[in-house]
């Protein structure tokens, strides 16, 4: 019942710059981190961060200073502004939302995701 919508995603020469955008809408409640995963063509998806509702961040090692991930918890939204860009970020980028909540004294975990949006660094 969560909905993810990425924009921002494009074409930039390596050492430009991109933001990327998520908007949740639907069911929200209980959605206590957002991140963004990306996949390179011919690996595996990787996490490249995270931020829970009250700010705390991760990230990625090869995105640490170059990479900055903000949410708006009024607007529901999760950017990620990249910076210094090398052709090695070049993925699609998706979205990603966890619902924790507790039911009848048990803990239940619920990943959304978006439908990716592409980000290429070329020359």
């Known amino acids: 019942q969560v909905q993810l919508v990425e924009s921002g995603g494009g074409l930039v020469q390596p050492g430009g710059s991109l933001r990327l955008s998520c908007a949740a809408s639907?069911?929200?409640?209980?959605?206590?981190?957002m991140g963004w995963y990306r996949q390179a063509l011919g690996k595996e998806r990787e996490l490249v961060a995270t931020?829970?509702?009250?700010?705390?961040?991760n990230y990625l090692d090869s995105v640490k200073g170059r990479f900055t991930i903000s949410r708006d918890n009024a607007k529901n939204t999760v950017d990620l502004q990249m910076n210094s860009l090398k052709p090695e970020d070049t993925a699609v980028y998706y979205c990603?939302?966890?619902?924790?909540?507790?039911?009848?004294?048990?803990?239940?975990?619920?990943?959304?995701w978006g439908q990716g949006t592409q980000v290429t660094v070329s020359s």
């Open positions: 639907g069911s929200i409640f209980s959605i206590n981190v």
């Open positions: 931020i829970t509702s009250g700010g705390r961040t």
């Open positions: 990603n939302a966890r619902r924790a909540i507790q039911v009848y004294g048990r803990a239940y975990e619920y990943d959304y």
